[in-house]
């Protein structure tokens, strides 16, 4: 019988939750439970050591259990998992962008066989992992996250690779994936009036708003090449208006957004108020 969690695609649900509907052990990335004849696989972007991955073709890549040494495709839950097509285990998947939150992304079956790869197990040590390609059942919609989760993501990804020994992020960067995972991102884009940026480029000049330095090239057009910025960011309720938009050289608008550092909002807010 098959079972039915009862939950739609994407709903977001905790930890205790998740264990209420498929009876299954609150920890790990693959539970069994007999009592629902289910196996859940959470695929865990934000703590997780594995390196599961999308595809183009919408196959996720993944990383058997085992945190030690080789895994093994015998025992424990990567033999229920290499076994779904015949012992009738129905597989849910669940992804984790945010702390704690467990995505619902449907029932999932083996769209291959499991293959070897290699990755760090969690003291760093280069073992034998084994691959999982597994397919969505039926129709559930893209893969969406929301791009402030994708972000977030990558930032704990790149604080953690910063803390790295020089041998064990060598040895991370030998072993990665040549074919970088895909993941769908919802992003949000404004309607920004053309008017205002071009009014704001003609009154830089040429000069970049912020550190004064000239254009560092020529677009196509032969015009000087310096991208619009808004002081107080659209995302943050910023106004698409001439008091509020300058023109930057693209270092600078990248430290407005990286750094974000209050003198230099203040610097670009005289900017403006001098133009008035």
Same mark, same amino acid.
């Given at each position: +019988? ?5 939950? #739609?695609?994407?709903? &977001? ?13 609150? #920890? ?10 289910? $196996? ?6 934000? &703590?997780?050591?594995? =390196? ?9 890549? /993944?990383?058997? +259990?085992?945190?030690?040494?080789? #895994? ?29 939150? /467990? ?5 999932? =079956?083996?769209?291959?066989?499991? /293959? ?5 197990? *969690? ?7 084994? +691959? ?15 791009? =402030? ?17 020089? &041998? *064990? ?55 000087? /090449? ?21 023109? $930057? ?11 974000? $550092? ?15």
């Amino acid at each position: +019988m098959t079972f039915g969690p009862g939950l #739609q695609f994407g709903a &977001e649900i905790d930890n205790a939750r998740l264990c209420d509907i498929f009876k299954c052990s609150p #920890q790990g990335g693959m539970r069994r439970s007999k009592q629902t004849n289910t $196996l859940v696989i959470v695929s865990n972007h934000v &703590e997780s050591i594995y =390196e599961d991955r999308w595809d183009a073709s919408d196959v996720l890549h /993944y990383t058997g +259990m085992g945190r030690l040494g080789d #895994q093994s495709l015998t025992r424990a839950q990567n033999k229920t998992l290499a076994e779904t097509r015949s012992n009738g285990v129905d597989v849910f998947l669940f992804e984790v962008h945010k702390p704690r939150i /467990y995505a619902f992304r449907g029932q999932v =079956e083996l769209t291959g066989e499991p /293959y070897p790869d290699t990755q760090p197990d *969690e003291h760093g040590t280069q073992r034998r992992v084994w +691959m999982f390609p597994l397919r969505l059942v039926g129709p559930s919609g893209p893969l969406v996250i929301s791009e =402030e989760d994708h972000r977030a993501s990558q930032q704990r990804k790149a604080k953690h690779a910063q803390g790295l020994s020089d &041998e *064990e992020l060598r040895l991370r960067a030998q072993h990665a994936p040549a074919q970088p995972g895909r993941q769908r991102v919802e992003t949000k884009q404004f309607a920004r009036d053309p008017h205002v940026a071009e009014l704001a480029k003609r009154n830089a000049n040429g000069c970049c708003q912020l550190c004064g330095a000239a254009a560092p090239f020529q677009d196509k057009s032969g015009a000087p /090449y310096l991208e619009t910025h808004h002081i107080v960011w659209l995302a943050r309720g910023g106004s698409d208006s001439i008091k509020n938009t300058v023109a $930057l050289c693209p270092n600078c608008h990248r430290r407005m957004h990286v750094r974000d $550092l209050a003198h230099d909002i203040t610097t670009l807010n005289a900017v403006v108020r001098r133009l008035r």
